[in-house]
């Protein structure tokens, strides 16, 4: 029981992380284009959207990972 509400929280954080990078690359759609065209690879305009996304993780991931420790002991 606990394992599948486990992969059903997982599942609707992954649809809310790719809902937000989706209205992120809509509202940048000329950005992007102009970079596109000036020059800019497809990894840099991916390391460009993505940056946001992954600061937000990585904070995410520092205060949870302490939190979880300390529960799981």
Do not use: D, H, N, W
């Not at 460009?48 to 904070?59: A, K, N, S």
Request: with cysteine.
């Amino acid at each position: 029981m606990v394992g599948l509400f486990t992969s059903l929280a997982i599942l609707v954080a992954c649809l809310g992380l790719f809902g937000l990078a989706s209205l992120t690359i809509q509202r940048r759609m000329k950005e992007i284009g102009v970079r596109k065209i000036l020059g800019a690879s497809t990894g840099r305009l991916l390391v460009l959207l993505t940056g946001e996304f992954t600061r937000l993780i990585l904070l995410a991931f520092v205060g949870a990972a302490p939190l979880a420790y300390l529960l799981m002991e």
